[in-house]
């Protein structure tokens, strides 16, 4: 195995890549490339979230849930947190504040625009 990289499935993909480009994120490539949307690849630095609306795959794969969020929580290793925390701190809705884990990592979580959970982290 090579990498992992989430397909995340959200209502409003264009809200979602606002808020992405909020924490950093550029759009790689998008389907259609112009239009309205139903998938977009993003990357920042060595992270690549794909975001994707529900009505896409139609009943492809009924067996993925048609709601927010889930029982998923996305952990990012970033470098400089205290300064990435600072940066995004109003933009966000942080649901964990910066702290220091008993395992070593300080870290914070925030909540994404459609329910999802990014656990940022770094080993100081």
Excluded: W
Aim: hydrophobic share 40%; aromatic share 12%.
């Amino acid at each position: 195995m090579d990498s992992v990289s989430p397909n995340i499935f959200v209502n409003d993909i264009n809200k979602t890549i606002e808020f992405y480009k909020e924490l950093g994120f550029s759009v790689v490539t998008t389907v259609p490339e112009q239009g309205e949307l139903i998938f977009a690849l993003m990357t920042c630095e060595k992270v690549t979230f794909m975001f994707q609306t529900f009505e896409s795959l139609g009943y492809e794969l009924p067996e993925i849930k048609r709601q927010d969020g889930g029982s998923l929580l996305l952990y990012i290793k970033i470098k400089r947190i205290r300064d990435f925390h600072d940066q995004i701190a109003s933009k966000v809705n942080i649901i964990k504040g910066l702290e220091k884990t008993f395992y070593g990592a300080t870290e914070f979580s925030i909540q994404d625009i459609n329910g999802y959970i990014l656990t940022f982290a770094e080993e100081e």
